[in-house]
């Protein structure tokens, strides 16, 4: 039996770091991808993987590596497309180049990172694509409309994937993890320093510059290699779930959307009133 291979990207550290961990501690053989490929160089030393430069933002390289891992490995078993961040603000205090920035690397990049990949998935009748969404991909809230809405773009497209491949042998897996023990929030906080602030949103500001809240080390945070399990047996599996949410915010975070609109809107007036 073949070795299976997997293609992973945001490998650098957290989920991707993980992830890539995972896989190859249960003899999968991996292209462990990032930006910089200084971040994954040491991730090299391990049998089995290989790092490679991978920026999902850039067409050329995404077929390039693509491409390699074929003649190398003459297939891909799992696509995990992790690589992403998260533009925070109120909306009216994001910059358009940002937004569309936010989904270039979230929503455009997985898609340049599918159509690549599932021809030869397809060509094999056999193959797994994991999408690393999030609870925002189901429920939105104040300050995160941009966020939001690139992983709830991510998981429409996962939902039409599934269908239009289920019939080509490829399963399309969505995990939607809550708050993660990584440096996300760091990216974050950055990013949120180069909006253009109107003044009319303090109290978002307020509450966001309270980093509890965000949950990097509160008592429900999952660990990255949490995430990472779930991602290992969504590609392992014959017939894998459509989504795996981790963590008991994301649990319950799924059935915020069945909460009427009302309700929830009072919910965020009066965490807003707190600030």
């Not at 920026?55 to 074929?70: F, L, P």
């Not at 995990?80 to 937004?99: H, M, T």
């Not at 992983?151 to 042998?169: C, I, N, P, Q, T």
């Not at 429900?220 to 894998?240: Q, Y």
């Amino acid at each position: 039996m073949s070795i299976r291979t997997a293609l992973v990207t945001g490998s650098s550290s957290g989920i991707g770091r993980a992830t890539v961990e995972a896989l190859l501690d249960n003899e999968w053989r991996v292209y462990a991808t990032a930006r910089d490929p200084d971040d994954v160089a040491d991730l090299g030393d391990r049998t089995d993987c290989v790092t490679a430069r991978l920026d999902v933002t850039e067409g050329n390289n995404v077929e390039q590596v693509v491409a390699r891992m074929i003649d190398e490995e003459g297939r891909i078993d799992c696509l995990v497309n992790n690589a992403g961040y998260g533009q925070f603000g109120p909306l009216e205090d994001v910059p358009v180049g940002r937004a569309r920035r936010q989904y270039e690397v979230n929503v455009h990049g997985p898609h340049r990172l599918i159509r690549a990949v599932l021809p030869h998935m397809r060509e094999r009748a056999d193959g797994t694509i994991v999408n690393v969404s999030s609870v925002a991909g189901r429920v939105s809230f104040p300050g995160g409309g941009v966020y939001c809405g690139s992983k709830f773009a991510l998981e429409a497209m996962s939902d039409a994937l599934r269908a239009e491949v289920r019939s080509k042998g490829v399963d399309v897996v969505i995990v939607e993890p809550g708050p993660v023990s990584t440096n996300f929030t760091d990216r974050a906080e950055t990013e949120v320093e180069g909006v253009e602030r109107s003044g009319a949103y303090d109290s978002f500001y307020s509450a966001f510059s309270d980093a509890s809240l965000f949950g990097d080390d509160g008592p429900t945070t999952v660990t990255p290699e949490r995430v990472a399990s779930d991602v290992l047996n969504a590609a392992s599996a014959t017939k894998p779930r459509a989504r795996y949410p981790v963590g008991t915010p994301a649990r319950l975070g799924v059935l915020g959307r069945f909460v009427p609109d009302q309700l929830r809107d009072s919910a965020f007036s009066f965490l807003d009133r707190l600030y």
